[in-house]
């Protein structure tokens, strides 16, 4: 069964940079999708980043762009998500997810780019808090 563990979250001041780690194993199939996601206090649940095991094609958020890098190792079985310029606005509880990307290219008539809603996923890890502080 697919296993995620996150790790890397803390405390940082506002500018500063962090790199968020997401360890996965079991998977079964060679073409999947990891994202990252995050939810701060009251606010719903939003896509970050993902990036895509068959080609490297990266996805990401309208308000991380420039400042957050997603990445894969194959060596370590790890992605990452390098976050610099940090914001306050970016404080919250940063999960990593995947989902194997046939099955959502052929079970959606309208699905199109890398999968980056959380319904759209079917693993989870526990989460790993990120507090940006001004």
């Known amino acids: 069964e697919v296993q995620l563990v996150e790790s890397g979250g803390g405390l940082v001041q506002a500018g500063g940079s962090l790199r968020l780690s997401c360890a996965h194993s079991?998977?079964?199939?060679?073409?999947?999708?990891i994202g990252w996601f995050r939810q701060a206090p009251g606010k719903e649940r939003e896509g970050v980043s993902s990036?895509?095991?068959?080609?490297?094609?990266?996805y990401y958020t309208d308000s991380v762009k420039g400042r957050f890098t997603i990445s894969s190792s194959d060596a370590q079985n790890t992605v990452y998500l390098q976050m610099n310029n940090l914001k306050p606005e970016d404080t919250a509880v940063y999960y990593c997810?995947?989902?194997?990307?046939?099955?959502?290219?052929?079970?959606?008539?309208?699905?199109?780019?890398?999968?980056?809603?959380?319904?759209?996923?079917?693993?989870w890890g526990q989460g790993t808090r990120v507090t940006v502080s001004s």
């Open positions: 997810a995947a989902t194997y990307l046939p099955a959502y290219y052929s079970g959606s008539y309208y699905a199109k780019g890398l999968p980056h809603l959380s319904y759209e996923y079917d693993y």
């Open positions: 990036i895509s095991s068959t080609d490297g094609t990266t």
């Open positions: 079991g998977f079964s199939f060679d073409e999947y999708a």
